[in-house]
């Protein structure tokens, strides 16, 4: 079992920036790919970045991938999304998940955090 805790959301104004942290605790955290999720009211869940065990391949959605970045700490247990020049369609609840194998941009992930809110104003 992984326990996911995301932290770091609130309230920020378009073009601010923000870092969210997700802290893994349980299994060895250093097994598992990470990822960052998102999802809008009324609009479905969506994959925004992951990273493999080992840091070394990340994967950004398109959307995104000019002003976010993911990045882990397997000595911390913790994986971060810098969140750079926010919009307001940014604004959404922001989930970490975790999984050993497959396809990371997918949603099929074993573990899922709680989430932690992101408000981007304009």
């Known amino acids: 079992q992984v326990q996911l805790v995301e932290s770091g959301g609130g309230l920020v104004q378009a073009g601010g920036s923000l870092r969210l942290s997700c802290a893994a605790s349980?299994?060895?955290?250093?097994?598992?790919?990470m990822g960052w999720f998102r999802q809008a009211p009324g609009k479905e869940r969506e994959f925004v970045a992951a990273?493999?065990?080992?840091?070394?391949?990340?994967y950004v959605a398109d959307s995104v991938k000019e002003r976010f970045a993911i990045s882990r700490d397997n000595a911390k247990n913790t994986v971060y999304l810098q969140m750079n020049s926010l919009k307001p369609e940014d604004t959404a609840s922001y989930y970490c998940?975790?999984?050993?194998?497959?396809?990371?941009?997918?949603?099929?992930?074993?573990?899922w955090g709680q989430g932690t809110q992101v408000t981007v104003s304009s």
């Open positions: 349980g299994r060895i955290f250093s097994n598992y790919a």
């Open positions: 990273i493999r065990w080992s840091g070394n391949s990340t």
């Open positions: 998940a975790a999984k050993k194998f497959g396809i990371l941009t997918s949603l099929f992930y074993d573990y």
